[in-house]
């Protein structure tokens, strides 16, 4: 009976992550003033993320020393709506736009504006990198 279950499970894992497919995302950021730049530029927002159809992608990514969920919502091929939550506080919830330019193979170059939905500041433009498996 348990080799029944063990079994069922088994594959029905096996299909999700065959049909799955999943993406690495990060922000560059720049360095100090007085720093130079380094693996933490481009490691200190990477996330991990599972694309649930052709137009939802869900997952987490890291915010600061905190990780968060992060979602997108692609319109077209090429352009997305992105949200982020980070765990610690719901309230700086970050709402962004992004267009995905398929730089080499899978690998892709996303020019986005991201903004913090508790300030009334103007928002931020990033530079992002995805790699699509």
Do not use: H
């Given at each position: 009976m348990i080799r029944k279950y063990i079994l069922t499970i088994a594959i029905a894992l096996t299909?999700?992550?065959?049909?799955?497919?999943?993406?690495?995302?990060?922000?560059?950021?720049?360095?100090?003033d007085d720093e130079s730049w380094g693996v933490a530029n481009f490691t200190d927002n990477i996330g991990v993320g599972y694309q649930l159809?052709?137009?939802?992608?869900?997952?987490?990514?890291?915010?600061?020393?905190?990780?968060?969920?992060?979602?997108?919502?692609?319109?077209?091929?090429?352009?997305?709506?992105?949200?982020?939550i980070p765990s610690d506080n719901s309230d700086e919830m970050?709402?962004?736009v992004g267009y995905a330019v398929k730089f080499w193979n899978d690998f892709y170059v996303e020019p986005?504006?991201?903004?913090?939905?508790?300030?009334?500041?103007?928002?931020?433009f990033k530079i992002g990198i995805t790699y699509r498996f």
């Open positions: 299909s999700l992550c065959a049909s799955a497919q999943y993406m690495v995302v990060s922000d560059i950021s720049s360095p100090a159809n052709d137009d939802f992608v869900l997952g987490v990514q890291k915010s600061g020393d905190d990780w968060g969920l992060f979602g997108r919502y692609n319109m077209s091929d090429n352009l997305y709506l992105s949200a982020q970050k709402v962004g986005n504006y991201v903004w913090e939905t508790s300030q009334d500041d103007e928002g931020e």
